[in-house]
């Protein structure tokens, strides 16, 4: 039964990534500002969890999980702001696959922060996800060159990519501390907390642009809520039962979600170079993390 826990969590993880990441674009699209649905997408999932705050004994906690909940609140509402701006300039179908280079990212530090030299499986992997992404990049108008970074919706979802990758960490050491309830109430409510310091910066108050929502916005936040909310339920999970690394290299299935989908709903071109691309990275992020261990 166990089994079949955790491979339904990575289900409805693969199946709800993307279909958060396009509520975030149609709402961006719509006028919202990112880090206003960054902040209601927080704040509404934190009121859901107020039965886990209410039963929690906070004095018994340990000081690190002070410090990690407070980590992981704002790596995570700066991560996803980043992510939502990404969506707001730039395709779904280019923007998911990106997130493939996490394990090159991750491989990458360990080289200079922990002096770990990939073995060949490794590289071979390394070299799979840039030949994936050779495909995907090249259907933007830089094409697959240095000019690319200038383009901000990619510069945007680097960012994004970092800061989760980072996040997951922290994400694993709460629910190592503490419990995987208490991981996800405390990822809602610091991300809130830290969602709300961000709006007085970019001169985004409450009281006028909540009053500006519409009907069809307040259903679309109610679907962004239901799959962020899965997502993080999921994630959480996964990570009670499985290994980082190993959890993460599964999630990269959703990039084939996000092509199929920026497809369908946004209508964005080069469909099959996307799905070439994509299942090479997929390919390339699984020998790294299983055979290039």
């Known amino acids: 039964m166990g ?12 199946i709800s990534n993307p279909l958060a990441n396009v509520f975030q674009k149609q709402l961006a699209a719509r006028g919202n500002h990112p880090l206003l649905i960054n902040f209601l997408t927080y704040f509404l999932l934190a009121i859901l969890t107020i039965p886990i705050i209410a039963k929690t004994h906070w004095g018994a906690l340990p000081v690190a999980f002070w410090i990690f909940a407070f980590l ?10 980043l992510l939502i701006k990404a969506l707001q300039k730039g395709d779904l179908s280019v923007l998911g696959p990106v997130n493939a280079y996490k394990s090159v990212v991750a491989i990458i530090t ?26 995907v990049l090249d259907t933007t108008d830089e094409k697959f060159s240095w000019r690319l970074f200038k383009n901000r919706a990619i510069q945007y979802r680097i960012g994004a990519m970092f800061l989760t990758a980072i996040e997951a960490v922290f994400i694993k050491k709460i ?13 809602c409510w610091t991300g809130a907390f830290f969602s709300l310091i961000l709006l007085p910066a970019y001169k985004i108050r409450l009281r006028h642009e909540l009053p500006r929502l519409s009907n069809l916005a307040l259903g679309k936040y109610a679907l962004l809520v239901l ?4 997502m993080q339920i999921t994630t959480v ?10 959890a993460l290299s599964l999630f990269q299935l959703s990039i084939i ?4 989908l920026g497809y369908r709903v946004f209508r964005e071109e080069d469909i099959m170079k996307k799905l070439l691309g994509s299942v090479i990275m997929i390919i390339g992020s699984v020998i790294i993390i299983i055979l290039g261990s």
Do not use: C
């Open 175 to 187: 629910i190592e501390l503490t419990s995987a309830e208490l991981s996800f109430a405390s990822w």
């Open 110 to 135: 360990g080289i200079f922060i922990l002096g770990e030299i990939p073995g060949i499986w490794g590289i071979f992997g390394i070299l799979m996800i840039i030949l994936g992404s050779y495909f």
């Open 3 to 14: 089994t079949i826990f955790i491979f339904t969590a990575v289900i409805l993880r693969i």
């Open 227 to 230: 799959s962020i909310g899965t």
């Open 237 to 246: 999970y996964a990570f009670k039962h499985m290994q980082v690394g190993y």
């Open 257 to 260: 979600a996000s092509v199929l």
């Open 72 to 81: 992981d609140g704002l790596t995570g509402a700066l991560g996803n702001g």
